[in-house]
């Protein structure tokens, strides 16, 4: 795993959903940050970190967010994911429909 800055992220992981946009799929987790490595008590941190992962099936990234840059991040990482999501498919709601009237009638 690959630990980035914040804009190295953005660019690693704007990359990364491209080269899966024709098939396959691309997995974003967050999480609380105390900055540990192993597997000691847990320390007090100073200010809150968060830790945002993405994955495919090759690589993985990751990078780490102090709360003074949270603001600045997340517009530039939802302006990313709006720019990424056209490739998705639209849900066929028509076969749900016919499913409904079989069950009311």
């Known amino acids: 795993m690959v630990l980035l800055d914040n804009d ?3 660019h690693a992981l704007t990359k990364m959903f491209q080269n899966n946009r024709s ?3 691309v997995n974003i987790t967050l999480k609380k ?4 490595t192993t597997r000691l008590k847990p320390q007090q941190p100073n200010e809150n970190l968060c830790l ?3 994955s495919d099936n090759r690589s993985k990234l990751s990078t780490v967010i102090s ?3 949270v603001t600045k ?3 530039s990482y939802a ?3 709006r720019g990424n999501m056209d490739s998705l498919k639209k849900h066929d709601k028509s076969k749900e ?3 409904r009237k079989r069950k009311d009638l």
């Open 8 to 10: 190295g992220f953005l």
């Open 79 to 81: 302006t990313l994911l």
């Open 23 to 25: 098939s396959g799929s």
């Open 67 to 69: 709360s003074k840059e």
């Open 73 to 75: 991040f997340q517009m």
């Open 97 to 99: 429909r016919k499913e």
């Open 52 to 54: 945002i992962r993405a």
């Open 33 to 36: 940050y105390d900055g540990r």
